[in-house]
């Protein structure tokens, strides 16, 4: 229908790692990130055989969705870090990008459609303001959460939480 968010098609879900999508999605974009001189930092990426059950192209599309808007928007010769846990029932991913950040008062913005943080984060750098509205879409649908906030690293600050499989 008309009135559904982009991004919002039917999930093909199956039980996946989410670790290793993000893992994937790294790599996919690491020799880009070396040509812009930011740096991926995957210190904070705990080791897990974490499962959940989603779809693994639509969660794919979300983490590269945050790659390019941390390869748009943080200054050249900045830093993208990245931090995957677990508690047994959620599974916890946190990006972190250095300058420069939204302001504040446009973070309980972010996700909504068609939203620009400021007049810089345009289409001319290639941006739709549909982005983070689509991660969010696809995160609810995961049965998960997804806030913003300002990053210690002076950037932006994305939290995700997703759902895991129950262990038996």
């Not at 093909?12 to 790692?17: E, H, K, P």
């Not at 999605?25 to 904070?44: M, N, Q, S």
């Not at 995961?142 to 913003?148: E, T």
């Amino acid at each position: 229908t008309l009135d559904r968010e982009p991004g919002s098609a039917d999930l093909d879900m199956a039980v996946l790692s989410p670790l290793a999508i993000v893992e994937e999605t790294i790599e996919a974009f690491r020799e880009r990130y070396a040509e812009a001189k930011i740096e991926i930092d995957t210190a904070g990426l705990a080791k897990g055989n974490w499962r959940g059950r989603g779809d693994a192209g639509r969660l794919a599309q979300v983490f590269a969705n945050l790659f390019e808007n941390t390869l748009r928007y943080t200054d050249r010769g900045g830093r993208l870090r990245i931090a995957a846990r677990a508690d047994g029932q959620r599974f916890f991913l946190q990006f972190d990008d250095t300058a420069p950040a939204p302001p504040p008062s446009a973070l309980p913005r972010l996700f909504e459609r068609f939203f620009r943080a400021e007049p810089s984060r345009s289409r001319e750098l290639g941006g739709s303001g549909l982005g983070l509205a689509i991660c969010k879409t696809l995160i609810e649908a995961h049965g998960g959460r997804i806030a913003a906030a300002q990053s210690k690293l002076g950037g932006l600050s994305i939290r995700i939480e997703l759902p895991l499989e129950r262990s038996v």
